[in-house]
């Protein structure tokens, strides 16, 4: 007995129903995306590891897919490596090849490889999906789609002003309400390290603080303590652990702290700048605020940081984010190029409006008529009207074989078709159409014109 197919853990079929629902998200993403002035691009599914390697920590590093080398990809490994406990070196010589992460370090790589075909500031947007080898859990899968905008070649903060806006108008389109753009900046960050002496361990700390929300302060705490980060700093940290109010008294309080550091004082001036664009231009449904603990995870952030938390009546993760990362093509030995981007986390969006109920009944709009088949000249009658029908913007189908009426009537059934055409001898004849309303039984006989009439005002 044949075993019983699956897909991979973390994995995911989609039906068409939810495909024309990622298909809303998508379109409405992209439509906001060009509205704004982004240009699309697409790079490949895999890269070369150098390329992704070392650009995302070693929590980002640990999660990266390798691709085995094609063919006898053991043959030219000396055999004291195969009898040894260096991984790291063996799956360096076994996989040259990784599934991309994100979509910003290839983005970064194009930016590069294609400098001088690129016209700066360059504005793209990517929809595409990503792997991450992570645990599965619900909103969190090994294989996801992100929709990405970034800019390169400008280091004005009203970019990070109309990321701001970007986000906000998406959400508004998706009548998305209660959303929350958090935001901080990497200076601020590097300030507090600063002030509590751990410089050298900013990336430790950033990463630890980031996980405040999930575990709590004195988990936080300790890790701080596990990566050497001292007792005496870790005391001063205590007035960001309750750091609340307006996004004006939170900038006052840091103050205070940050007394000392130039860098974190840039910071709070960079936060004050975009908060107050935001304050005048305003916002539709977001709000932003600021939370100093926002760190997140990747080390390629240098200025603003962006998080986006869905609505509090949904138990979900953020649902995007993003930042400034003004050093990130210089990895790849182009200096001097800043960048901002942004990340739409389609799957868990897909989820908010679902437990919502935010979806359009028109989203998964189904085919409207079926043409109950007789028999080949039958069909061929029907299929010249089906050509007519679609022309004006209708979705109609005839049904493939000449089974039983009762058949071909489950059918439309099962399928939810509102309407249902019925063609014979009769109906050829007079140049006729019979239509029947599965929804109310009504039947009644057309023309071709008062049919197309008929379904579309019905629909």
Request: glycine share 8%; proline share 3%; with cysteine.
């Amino acid at each position: 007995m044949a075993q019983k197919p699956s897909i991979p853990k973390g994995t995911r079929d989609f039906n068409p129903e939810q495909v024309a629902k990622r298909n809303y998200i998508f379109n409405t993403i992209r439509g906001v995306f060009e509205t704004f002035g982004f240009q699309p691009i697409e790079t490949p599914s895999f890269e070369n590891s150098e390329t992704l390697m070392g650009k995302y920590g070693d929590e980002g590093d640990r999660l990266i897919f390798k691709i085995l080398n094609s063919g006898d990809y053991l043959d030219k490994i000396p055999q004291e490596q195969l009898t040894t406990n260096n991984y790291q070196l063996l799956t360096k010589n076994i996989s040259e090849k990784a599934l991309r992460y994100d979509l910003t370090v290839p983005f970064a790589r194009y930016v590069v490889q294609h400098q001088n075909e690129i016209e700066f500031p360059f504005k793209r947007y990517q929809i595409q999906p990503v792997w991450r080898a992570d645990r599965p859990q619900k909103g969190r899968f090994r294989e996801f789609y992100q929709c990405d905008a970034d800019v390169v070649g400008s280091d004005s903060l009203w970019q990070e002003v109309e990321f701001i806006q970007l986000y906000d108008t998406v959400f508004s389109a998706l009548k998305l309400e209660g959303v929350t753009i958090k935001i901080n900046n990497r200076k601020i960050l590097s300030g507090i390290a600063e002030v509590i002496g751990a410089s050298d361990k900013l990336i430790d700390f950033t990463v630890a603080l980031d996980k405040l929300d999930k575990i709590g302060e004195a988990k936080v705490k300790e890790e701080m303590l596990g990566k050497g980060i001292l007792e005496a700093g870790i005391s001063k940290l205590q007035p960001l652990f309750t750091l609340s109010g307006s996004f004006e008294s939170q900038i006052e309080s840091l103050k205070s702290i940050l007394s000392t550091s130039e860098e974190g004082k840039k910071g709070m001036e960079e936060l004050a700048f975009i908060n107050s664009a935001i304050t005048e231009l305003g916002l539709t449904t977001a709000t932003l605020q600021l939370d100093v603990t926002l760190a997140r995870g990747l080390n390629y952030y240098t200025g603003a940081i962006f998080e986006v938390a869905a609505p509090k009546q949904v138990q979900m993760g953020s649902i995007g984010g993003g930042g400034r990362y003004d050093d990130l093509t210089g990895i790849f030995g182009l200096n001097n190029v800043s960048g901002v981007g942004i990340s739409f986390g389609l799957d868990r969006i897909y989820l908010v409006l679902e437990e919502l109920g935010l979806f359009p009944e028109t989203v998964t709009k189904n085919v409207e008529v079926l043409f109950i088949n007789f028999g080949d000249k039958e069909a061929l009658f029907s299929l010249k009207a089906i050509k007519q029908m679609r022309l004006a913007g209708i979705h109609a189908e005839l049904y493939p074989e000449a089974a039983k009426m009762k058949k071909q009537m489950n059918h439309a059934d099962k399928r939810a078709i509102p309407f249902v055409v019925i063609i014979g001898e009769e109906e050829m004849n007079s140049n006729s159409y019979s239509l029947k309303n599965m929804i109310s039984g009504e039947q009644f006989k057309l023309s071709l014109q008062d049919l197309i009439l008929e379904i579309k005002k019905k629909s």
